[in-house]
C-alpha cells in the first residue's frame, strides 16, 4: 500500500518561510506526477502545485504563485514545498497525494501549517 | 467561488439514494477530462472514490457510482449508511486555468 509522510508543519510568523516534507514508499516515486494539496480549517480542498515525474514541469494556483516553489529528490523518494511570504490565509493543513491522470489516488495525512503572530 | 459547483449539503435516511451534482462547464468537465470524487470523513485525509467518471478503486463498495453527463458529473450513493457521513468532493482539470480544481464540497449528512 502507498505511504506518504507529510512533515515540516509549524507555527510561523506572517512574512516567514517553511519547507514541508512528503516521504513516498511502496510505489515507483520517480514514476508519478505528485501533488500537494491544502485545506484551511473548515473549509473545501485546494489543489496548489502539481510537479510532473521527472520534476521538470510545474504547476501553481494563483493563490501561491511566485511565493511557493514545488520540488522532489527522485533518489530520495522525497516531494517538497518550500514555502515564502508566509500569509495568515496560508494555514492549513497541507495534504501530499500522488497524482493519476490530475486525481490524488494516494494521500497523505497532512501537516499542519499555522501562520499567525 | 470555484469552477466546480457542488450543492453545500445532501441528506438521506439509511438505506436511502442520494445523488451529489458537480456542475462545470466547456473548459472543464465538458472537454472530456477525468472526474474524480472523494470522501473525506471527518478528521481524515480524503479518500479516491471514483476516477475516469465511473471506476471505483479496489475496496471501494459498488455502493458508490459516477456518471456524467455534458459539462455535469455526478456521485450517487445506494443503501446509505450511517458510516457514510462525511465530505465529498469532485475534481477536475480545467484547461484554461491549465491546472486541476476541486469543487467546493457537499457535506452528507444521514438523517
Known amino acids: 500500500e502507498v505511504q506518504l509522510l507529510e512533515s515540516g508543519g509549524t507555527l510561523v510568523q506572517p512574512g516567514g518561510s517553511l519547507r514541508l516534507s512528503c516521504a513516498a514508499s511502496?510505489?515507483?516515486?520517480?514514476?508519478?506526477?505528485m501533488n500537494w494539496v491544502r485545506q484551511a480549517p473548515g473549509k473545501g480542498l485546494e489543489l496548489i502545485s502539481t510537479i510532473s515525474a521527472g520534476g521538470s514541469a510545474t504547476y501553481y494556483a494563483d493563490s501561491v504563485k511566485g511565493r511557493f516553489t514545488i520540488s522532489r529528490d527522485n533518489s530520495k523518494n522525497t516531494l517538497y514545498l518550500q514555502m515564502n511570504s508566509l500569509r495568515a490565509g496560508d494555514t492549513a493543513v497541507y495534504f501530499c497525494?500522488?497524482?493519476?491522470?490530475?486525481?490524488?489516488?494516494?494521500w497523505g495525512q497532512g501537516t499542519l501549517v499555522t501562520v499567525s503572530s | 467561488q470555484s469552477v466546480l459547483t457542488q450543492p453545500p449539503s445532501v441528506s438521506g435516511a439509511p438505506g436511502q439514494r442520494v445523488t451529489i451534482s458537480c456542475t462545470g462547464g466547456n473548459s472543464n468537465i465538458g472537454s472530456g477530462y477525468d472526474v474524480f470524487w472523494y470522501q473525506q470523513l471527518p478528521g481524515t485525509a480524503p479518500k479516491l472514490l471514483i476516477f475516469?467518471?465511473?471506476t471505483r478503486p479496489s475496496g471501494v463498495p459498488d455502493r458508490f457510482s459516477g456518471s456524467k453527463s455534458g459539462t455535469s458529473a455526478s456521485l450517487a450513493i445506494t443503501g446509505l449508511q450511517v458510516e457514510d457521513e462525511a465530505d465529498y468532493y469532485c475534481q477536475c482539470y480545467d484547461r484554461s486555468l491549465s491546472g486541476s480544481v476541486f469543487g467546493g464540497g457537499t457535506k452528507l449528512t444521514v438523517l
Open positions: 475516469a467518471y465511473t
Open positions: 497525494a500522488k497524482d493519476r491522470a490530475g486525481g490524488a489516488t494516494s
Open positions: 511502496r510505489f515507483t516515486f520517480s514514476a508519478y506526477a
